[in-house]
Nanobody
Framework: QVQLVESGGGLVQAGDSLRLSCAASGRTFSLYSMGWFRQVPGKEREFVAAMSWSGGSPYYADSVKGRFTISRDNAKNTVYLQMNSLKPEDTAVYYC?????????????????WGQGTQVTVSS
């Protein structure tokens, strides 16, 4: 069982930066692939970024590539999402998720555990 708690959301202006954090419980954090997703009302949850527990390059949605960076600190059981050059269309509830899979980790179906979400609002 893994419990995930996101933090770091808030209200910012277009062009600003935010860093989201996701703290995970459990002793096997390093064996989970971690992902970030986001959702706006009336739409499906969409992939933002992910990194596999087995290493390799992170994955990013085209809409955030070059602006967002996912990273993890296994010693702190925490995954981060650094968001730069924020745009109003980045406004959403952001969720972190943990997956026992090492591949194909850009879809919600591959994830076993979810956090409660943190709101990010970007004003124009």
């Amino acid at each position: 069982q893994v419990q995930l708690v996101e933090s770091g959301g808030g209200l910012v202006q277009a062009g600003d930066s935010l860093r989201l954090s996701c703290a995970a419980s459990g002793r096997t954090f390093s064996l989970y692939s971690m992902g970030w997703f986001r959702q706006v009302p009336g739409k499906e949850r969409e992939f933002v970024a992910a990194m596999s527990w087995s290493g390799g390059s992170p994955y990013y949605a085209d809409s955030v590539k070059g602006r967002f960076t996912i990273s993890r600190d296994n010693a702190k059981n925490t995954v981060y999402l650094q968001m730069n050059s924020l745009k109003p269309e980045d406004t959403a509830v952001y969720y972190c998720a943990a997956s026992s899979k090492s591949r194909d980790i850009i879809t919600t179906q591959r994830y076993d555990y979810w956090g409660q979400g943190t709101q990010v609002t970007v004003s124009s």
